[in-house]
């Protein structure tokens, strides 16, 4: 390792990639190459920066460690093209590098193992490798990734207190580090952690709520209907947007009753009740209380329906604001992986719509795609994805098995 | 490392900074001007009167240079300047590198760097750099215990038949922040504000 390489991978590890290009830039030598490589992907040039990384292992032969390292920055590359990373060989590479006693790229190397399971909706994969990540003595630059991935985790978890606090360990992290870049994503995430999480409808009122208030809620003895995650107590009705649109006009009139009229117009979309469409109310209705036994009864009236919780209060939760992409990534949020048409079928809107949501929360950085055609996903953006803004669900997670959110088409 | 020469000071005020090998000399930016310098004799071969404040970069052919909102492309050999393309204006204190087929003029602090192509001008993209994108480590390690202040590294001269260490100075690694090139063999550094280019060997790397 020459001077002009120390140099360049000092520059890289503070993120300036321009100066370490300039001692490296032409060079075709193993390390100059490598070290290209990864310059390019500080700055973006993606398939670039690959094409390099695979040429720089190729030129380091019988390098053992020289090439798990390629390995490892070509895992970050496919990361950030939303490509499947190849699990076995990063994990290979890792164990080269764990018997070459290169502590910081097994840490980040298992970091990455992390962010890509995050980018999954594993939260329980990320979970255990972010366990296994010894950062203590680490760099800065290091301490702060990991912090930031563990604040990840905890929102979607659900526990905001925990993850304003990981937040601010990265934060300092990342002023240690010295590196700007570093410090304005922490920031960012920092900032959407004060946002408005979600509306709180109580006893006809309507407040605006940050996600540790909407925590508050979902901890307390209420009965909340969750309209972000479609979820009401601990029942999914996501897959029955039917039941969830009663259960929702229930909750917003409670503690009065809604007519039989306002809920055929509202849920069924229909003026005129028909003695079927009455019929057909009384069906769904009945099927609301067997998919609600033990959580709450529904009491009918001389005009309609009333919700009669077995204790405490009946809250409802909006999105922040109205509107399909909000409700999509109120639905995202609990940071499982899915479907579109999943997502369709939860919100009764049609896949186009989604769709259309989903490509404008992808340019504000929100949501990530997975996988293609038919196995395509979707899951939260998080900064511990590659060069993507760390984005906040609109509620916490309620735990939600992501099993239940695969379709079986995209 | 092994200090073998000193050159300089080289200019009266300023800082030398921008270092590039062109086969024969080694070139380097200053407030007076972009110079070359010949590591043979110690001489200013050539000067050529532009402010080269920061702004210089090499593609293995011909240098660049950004002079106010310009971006001048200089045949060494010559001196001559063969082409001008506008520069994307983002301040007389804009670093200029050549990679990968593409100028990159970037910010000082790296917040907001923009690659061109060298030919037109043509902005190819943007990048907003208040995103950190986290890469392997080439460090080796040395990174592991640090504190976010600056590591030193000893200077020595030697005496070349003796091999006696006749002088040390702990160098601050950023002391060759402001440039670095080499011939093959051994390393040029921009003494910064000491306006000094240094020649140091390669003993003592790995």
């Known amino acids: 390792m020459d001077a002009l390489i120390r140099a360049a991978a000092r520059a890289l ?39 390099l990384l695979r040429r720089a292992a190729r030129r380091f032969g019988a390098n053992e460690r020289a090439r798990a390292r390629c390995v490892v920055a070509e895992a970050e590359v496919t990361l950030a093209l939303r490509e499947s990373v190849p699990t076995q060989r990063l994990d290979a590479a890792t164990s080269v590098l764990e018997l070459h006693g290169d502590r910081q790229n097994v840490a980040h190397a298992r970091l990455l193992a992390a962010r890509h399971a995050l980018l999954l909706g594993r939260v329980d994969e990320a979970e255990q490798a972010c366990a296994d990540v010894e950062l203590g003595g680490a760099p800065p630059m290091l301490r702060s990734i990991g912090a930031l991935v563990q604040a990840d985790i905890e929102i979607r978890r659900g526990r905001a207190t925990q993850a304003r606090s990981a937040l601010q360990r990265a934060r300092k992290a990342a002023s240690v580090a010295g590196i700007d870049a570093l410090a304005a994503e922490v920031d960012r995430a920092l900032a959407r952690l004060d946002a408005p999480a979600a509306r709180i409808v109580r006893h006809g009122g309507e407040t605006v709520a940050r996600l540790d208030e909407v925590q508050a809620v979902l901890g307390g003895h209420a009965l909340v209907v969750d309209a972000c995650r479609r979820v009401v107590g601990p029942c999914s009705l996501a897959r029955r947007p039917v039941l969830f649109g ?62 009669a919780p077995l204790h405490g209060d009946v809250v409802l939760l909006l999105p922040p604001v109205e509107g399909d992409d909000a409700a999509v990534l109120a639905l995202v949020s609990d940071g499982a992986a899915w479907s579109t048409s999943v997502l369709a079928l939860a919100l009764g809107v049609s896949q186009r719509t989604v769709q ?15 996988g293609r055609a038919r196995a395509r996903r979707w899951s939260l953006a998080a900064v511990s994805g590659h060069a993507t803004a760390f984005s906040l669900p609109a509620t916490p997670a309620v735990h939600y098995d992501p099993s239940d959110a695969d379709g079986t088409e995209a | 490392m092994e200090l073998k020469r000193e050159f300089g000071p080289l200019v009266t005020t300023g800082s030398v900074h921008g270092l590039a090998w062109d086969g024969e000399r080694v070139w380097f930016a200053s407030s007076e001007g972009l110079k070359a310098l010949d590591p043979r004799t110690g001489e200013i071969m050539r000067t050529l009167a532009m402010a080269a404040d920061a702004g210089t970069a090499f593609d293995g052919r011909h240098l660049y240079q950004i002079v106010e909102d310009r971006i001048v492309k200089i045949e060494p050999d010559t001196g001559e300047v063969v082409a001008t393309i506008p520069a994307p204006g983002l301040g007389d204190d804009s670093g200029l590198t050549w990679a990968e087929g593409s100028l990159w003029v970037g910010q000082y602090g790296a917040r907001k760097i923009v690659q061109i192509d060298p030919e037109t001008g043509a902005v190819r993209r943007t990048i907003q750099s208040d995103r950190f994108v986290t890469g392997v480590s080439w460090a080796d390690g040395e990174l592991w215990h640090a504190t976010g202040e600056n590591d030193t590294s000893e200077l020595r001269r030697v005496d070349p038949d003796t091999g006696e260490v006749l002088e040390r100075h702990d160098a601050p690694a950023g002391a060759f922040i402001s440039g670095l090139t080499t011939d093959g063999e051994s390393f040029y550094a921009g003494g910064g504000s000491s306006r000094k280019i240094l020649k140091v060997a390669r003993r003592g790397e790995r």
């Open chain 1, 356 to 370: 259309r949501a989903l490509r404008e929360l992808e340019a504000q950085g929100r949501v990530r795609a997975i």
């Open chain 1, 246 to 307: 009663l259960a929702r006009r229930l909750a917003e009139a409670w503690p009065h009753d809604v007519s039989r009229q306002q809920l055929l117009e509202r849920v069924f979309g229909q003026r005129r009740a028909s003695e079927s469409l009455r019929a057909r109310l009384r069906v769904e209705i009945g099927r609301l209380r067997a998919a609600l036994r033990g959580v709450a009864e529904i009491e009918a009236t001389g005009q309609g329906f009333r919700f």
């Open chain 1, 13 to 51: 590890a503070s993120g300036d990639p321009l100066r370490a290009l300039q001692c490296v830039a032409l060079r075709e030598d193993a390390d100059g190459l490598a070290l290209r490589g990864i310059a390019m992907a500080q700055l973006g040039e993606l398939a670039r920066a690959r094409d």
